[in-house]
């Protein structure tokens, strides 16, 4: 009973640690366009000077933002191509005085921040359940575990995996974890089948 409880503690506190990172602007999914706001009520102007991503390339140099009344200030950026943190640098005339800013945004497969760890969560606990299934000799345990890695290889494949610099290993992974969950599935299924 202890270890279940031991088990719990640790499934909330991996869970809530995936939650609790904080980024200036909300992280963009690769190829989406991400709206950069400033509020500044007393600039007759705000610019944004350049928008860089982690290799140094300058994606985008002087742009004006446009004004939305009320002292907010926009930019649509749509160039996320590349994953990784963005550096946004900009400028404006708080009352009437040059004064610059800067945030930056993530751009990830998913447009969610550190998934990997909700991700491997859920890889243990099918892995756990299909183990489980294999030495019981449940063979629906087997088919549920095998269903359920296909679902988290189609999440993967659509919505990409943390920690990965390219679509190419998402979607590598993905149709992995769909072959190893149909074999397991189907595999188990037709051995309840026929051989019970």
């Known amino acids: ?24 602007l909300t992280p963009v999914k690769q190829n989406d366009c991400i709206t950069i ?7 007759s102007y705000v610019n944004i000077s350049s928008i860089s991503n982690r290799n140094n ?14 002292g907010e200030w926009r930019y649509d950026f749509c160039g996320t ?25 993530e751009v990830t497969p998913s447009g969610f921040i ?5 991700y491997l969560i859920f890889l243990i606990v099918l892995g756990g359940i299909i183990i489980l299934g294999f030495s019981i000799s449940e063979v629906w345990f087997v088919v549920i575990g095998g269903l359920g890695l296909i679902m988290l290889g189609i999440y993967s494949i659509n919505y990409g995996v943390v920690g990965f610099k390219d679509m190419f290993m998402t979607w590598g992974v993905g149709l992995f974890e769909i072959a190893v969950g149909a074999i397991l ?11 019970d």
């Open 1 to 24: 009973m202890k270890k279940i409880y031991i088990f719990i503690l640790m499934a909330v506190f991996l869970i809530s640690s995936v939650y609790a990172s904080v980024d200036d």
């Open 185 to 195: 599935s189907i595999g188990a299924g037709i051995q309840k089948m026929y051989y």
């Open 114 to 118: 550190d998934t990997l760890g909700l």
């Open 37 to 43: 706001a400033q509020t500044c009520a007393t600039c």
């Open 57 to 70: 390339a300058n994606l985008t140099t002087n742009v004006e933002m446009t004004s939305f009344g009320n």
């Open 81 to 105: 191509t590349y994953l990784g943190r963005h550096d946004v640098k900009g400028m404006g005339d708080v009352n009437g005085v040059d004064s610059s800013f800067a945030v930056y945004f």
